[in-house]
């Protein structure tokens, strides 16, 4: 009797404990709608929606998630995350911590005091300091960067599927899905001093949220990626500069091509989203096409997104820059690049202008129309034509190609509106 009444107690606390949200459809197998943006060029893009019912994986573990994407194999896989998964643990599952990764007597106070420049001066760091934080960061990339092969589909279960720490790495890979993923605090225990960056030297780390490198038809859809947990603005000053922990959320280089990622949330981080990482990659001239639609960028410092080379659409975004936050700007023209802007909006706090929301580094070209800035339209471009006339060049209307595949394009206030509402991780409808 006691045992029955506790079998009907747990079968009840199961039922309630199922979120609404889990009665959604399935996911997994869904394709890239036609014409859904860049990834649907051509062969379109289906990830591992041709997986036999061998490679239709549920993980709830790191351990799980490494054996289900198989090495970055490319044979047609599904993967379903169900909860929370830390990359930062051992194979038995337990939390590693930056002590647990450092090896070869490395310690930050012994890295600082080594390459001080006021001591060190100038010159890239090496010797036993460096060696060891080299070996540190090895110890923590083989726990966190985790390679996604061609034809893979890896989606979240419900609306509280989680990859803490990871550094997802498509690379060399074509044909791949992410979706409703909450990825979070892609951390580097052991950032590199870089005395040569932008004039007073500037701390690197090595992990995005996601990076795709060499990746072709890759379609990233209502995930939110964020520092979530660890933010930059909480690290110390070391040397005169802040010491970031995470590189980008989103990045996008050496040749990746024939990309979209829509209603997604990229927040509370420095750079988002690089698209093309040198200005001398000339082998991605007539790559790097990438589309943005429908997602939110918030309390983000710099790179939404940032394009060399690629021709890039970027419709139907909403931008938001609380009061008080860290800005520099959203928009960044880079060499060669083909940036077509339609109906964005943007939120700003009052000491934020127009001007601000375009930086051009040896930029030729942005096309814009649509814009909407706090409610109001405006002319991105004739705007920063007129401000930068003394420093940077004009930027011209012509990009040199015009976007074709692509769904509806909404007016700006009525994208804003829909894309707070439902992009990010939780919010397939
Ligand atoms: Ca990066």
Not at 45 to 53: Q, R
Not at 403 to 429: F, M, Q, W
Request: net charge negative.
């Amino acid at each position: 009797m006691r045992l029955r009444q506790i079998a009907v107690a747990t079968v009840v606390l199961g039922v309630l404990c199922v979120p609404a949200h889990a009665e959604a459809r399935d996911i997994s197998r869904d394709t890239l709608p036609a014409n859904d943006g860049w990834a649907a060029y051509g062969t379109g893009t289906t990830g591992g929606s041709a997986a036999d019912d061998a490679h239709v994986h549920t993980v709830t573990d790191r351990a799980g998630l490494v054996r289900a994407l198989d090495g970055g194999s490319d044979t047609p896989k599904i993967i379903k995350v169900a909860g929370t998964i830390d990359a930062n643990t051992d194979d038995d599952g337990h939390h590693l911590d930056c002590a647990d990764y450092a090896t070869d007597g490395y310690s930050l106070k012994k890295y600082l005091a080594a390459y001080d420049p006021r001591t060190w001066g100038s010159a890239k760091p090496s010797g036993a300091q460096e060696d060891a934080r080299q070996a540190s960061a090895a110890r923590q990339a083989e726990r966190v960067t985790l390679p996604v092969g061609s034809n893979t589909t890896i989606v979240g279960l419900g609306d509280s599927a989680v990859l803490k720490g990871v550094n997802l790495q498509v690379k060399n890979a074509n044909n791949v899905i992410i979706r409703n993923l909450d990825l979070r605090d892609a951390y580097d225990c052991f950032p590199v001093w870089q005395p040569n960056t932008g004039g007073l030297g500037d701390w690197k780390t090595s992990y995005d949220n996601i990076w795709l490198t060499g990746a072709t038809h890759v379609w990233i859809d209502h995930v939110t990626a964020s520092d979530k947990g660890h933010p930059d603005a909480d690290e110390p000053t070391y040397f005169a500069r802040n010491y970031l922990r995470h590189d980008g959320l989103l990045d996008i280089t050496n040749g990746s091509d024939l990309v979209t990622v829509s209603w997604s949330r990229f927040q509370d981080h420095d750079k988002a989203m690089l698209i093309g990482n040198s200005d001398s990659a000339t082998g991605d001239r007539g790559k790097l096409r990438v589309t943005l639609h429908h997602n939110q960028f918030e309390s983000v410092v710099q790179r939404a997104p940032r394009v060399r080379f690629g021709q890039v659409h970027v419709y139907d975004n909403r931008y938001v820059v609380p009061e008080g936050s860290e800005y520099r700007y959203s928009l960044g023209v880079s060499t060669e690049s083909g940036i077509y802007a339609e109906n964005n909006a943007f939120h700003t706090p009052g000491h934020i202008e127009v001007v601000d929301l375009v930086k051009s580094w040896n930029g030729t070209a942005l096309h814009q129309t649509g814009t909407l800035f706090n409610g109001y339209p405006v002319d991105l471009l004739a705007i920063y034509d007129a401000y930068n006339s003394g420093s940077e060049r004009d930027l011209t209307a012509d990009v040199g190609w015009t976007p074709t595949l692509h769904g509806k394009i909404d007016s700006a206030a009525t994208a804003d509106r829909e894309v707070a509402r439902g992009a990010g991780a939780g919010r397939i409808p």
